[in-house]
């Protein structure tokens, strides 16, 4: 199929919601996130790339979310309702969100930002725009409404652990329930619909500025999640909804044991009779959110890892994922769809005639390039103009990080490539190779353009709570010096 590449030379920043700055907690769509995006014009930089947008469950990780449409309502600016007459100033700015603008206080959101949203829901009246956004999005949000009412009705347990039948999802049972929790599903419908209000209009911003949105969709949904609660049928179950298998990766040089990551496994063959639909539904709902799409673990579409429900990574084996047949009704559906692939990791020959023949722009991360640890092939010189170049992702160590833990070889053959003498001028060397190759994006997230360390990771794969997700910048970082730097290194090597 012909490559869908982006269409111009440019260059981007990765920094997800959360780490925006702000004074409540985590990083929201308001006014601070317009400023995010008045920086990011300011340095030349035409993509914003963020992490998925879902609400959040255990581990805090956006890649297990309650549901793949939904929106976080962690993100809904507090000040924007306050000027919309739905909460007064003082009942938010008395709360304790946290002492460390660096890092984000999951414990402290859980604690207060609901109390916050339950004050404008008890003060807003019925609009139109509600009622149409209801209406629009009735095909998921009656699901997660329902379903998030119930958990919080149930001590926020998971709905595997709910009786059975509301396990199951029985009609009778969920009838009753919609009339008890009535007033709680419309509360989680009102919530929707602050965060994509907000979000569409912080977009409509973006996009004004000359900045386009790099959007993230997790290969799986969650277990605990109203997708996979609400329809079992998506996925491969036996009885009384016990998976079969669940999701993860083999073991490789940086994790000896694999990944576990528990997410229940779908059942392609039941999708493609209704011709992938509701794969079909999540990207168009992705587009209507995001100007690029990127697809996270695409190579599971060619062939998946499945481990035995119960088991370790250690014991699972590839099975065959639904390949072309899936990307071909992609295109269909989105022909104009611009998309980018997460395909990191070993590549069989079969894998590599996939990516191919799927025409959709991969990903080169330079760490790779020196690291013996990764096997691919990701040396700068090969990069096609097609590709996307990243100096990490969220899940690698900062550049400066990396050269500071990595093995010593490593470090010595990136500081030979790049002609510098010391590993703390890599984040700036990395940077340059980044934009100075012949691929047409180039992203970089923001801790390396502030030269961090490991301090400033976003996340360790394989692991659950520590600074997982919670770095965030602070206004300071974004000075007009660096955006003047930003732009003068971007113009250089014409993006």
């Not at 419908?189 to 973006?206: I, P």
């Not at 991360?365 to 640890?373: E, M």
């Not at 001028?425 to 353009?449: E, G, T, Y």
């Not at 490991?454 to 602070?474: H, Q």
Request: hydrophobic share 40%; with cysteine; charged share 25%.
């Amino acid at each position: 199929m012909e490559r869908q590449d982006i269409p111009r030379r440019a260059a981007g920043v990765l920094l997800p919601v959360s780490s925006l700055p702000s004074p409540y907690g985590i990083g929201t769509l308001g006014d601070n996130a317009r400023r995010w995006v008045d920086f990011l014009a300011a340095a030349g930089q035409r993509y914003w790339q963020v992490l998925p947008l879902g609400p959040t469950s255990f581990g805090d990780s956006p890649y297990q979310s309650f549901s793949a449409f939904a929106g976080n309502p962690y993100f809904i600016d507090l000040d924007a309702l306050c000027a919309q007459g739905l909460v007064r100033r003082e009942e938010y700015e008395a709360l304790d969100w946290g002492g460390d603008a660096r890092s984000v206080s999951y414990e402290l959101l859980y604690r207060n930002r609901e109390r916050v949203l339950r004050k404008a829901f008890a003060r807003f009246k019925d609009a139109p725009e509600l009622a149409a956004f209801n209406k629009d999005n009735d095909f998921w949000l009656d699901n997660y409404a329902l379903f998030m009412a119930i958990k919080q009705s149930e001590g926020g347990r998971s709905w595997v652990e709910w009786r059975d039948g509301l396990k199951m999802a029985d009609s009778a049972e969920l009838s009753a329930l919609r009339e008890s929790l009535e007033k709680d599903i419309r509360y989680h419908r009102f919530v929707q619909y602050l965060f994509f209000s907000q979000w569409r209009s912080l977009r409509a911003y973006a996009n004004k500025k000359g900045v386009e949105i790099i959007g993230d969709i997790p290969i799986y949904v969650a277990m605990d999640s109203a997708d996979v609660w609400a329809d079992k049928k998506l996925c491969q179950f036996g009885p009384n909804a016990a998976p079969l298998e669940v999701a993860g990766c083999p073991p490789d040089s940086f994790t000896a044991e694999g990944q576990l990551w528990g997410n229940p496994l779908y059942d392609w063959d039941a999708m493609a009779k209704n011709g992938y639909a509701w794969w079909l539904k999540r990207m168009h709902a992705s587009f209507e959110l995001y100007d690029v799409l990127r697809i996270d673990h695409f190579r599971g579409l060619e062939s998946y890892y499945a481990i035995p429900f119960g088991s370790t990574a250690v014991k699972g084996r590839w099975r065959n994922g639904p390949d072309m047949a899936f990307v071909g009704a992609v295109k269909q559906s989105l022909p104009y769809a611009r998309v980018i692939v997460e395909d990191l990791g070993f590549h069989t020959p079969a894998l590599r005639e996939f990516l191919r023949e799927s025409g959709y722009p991969g990903m080169k991360v330079l760490q790779f390039a020196f690291d013996s640890r990764e096997p691919g092939d990701y040396s700068p010189f090969s990069y096609d103009h097609g590709d996307v170049v990243f100096t990490g992702t969220h899940d690698n160590d900062t550049v400066l990080g990396w050269a500071q833990n990595a093995p010593k070889d490593a470090v010595a053959n990136a500081m030979a490539y790049t002609g510098v003498d010391s590993a703390e001028a890599l984040p700036r060397a990395m940077i340059r190779l980044a934009l100075q190759n012949q691929a047409k994006l180039s992203v970089v997230p923001l801790q390396d353009w502030l030269g961090l360390g490991s301090e400033a990771r976003v996340n360790i794969p394989s692991t659950v709570g520590g600074r997982n997700w919670r770095w965030r910048a602070v206004q300071g970082d974004l000075t007009p010096e660096l955006a003047g730097e930003m732009r003068q290194l971007t113009e250089l090597y014409g993006r």
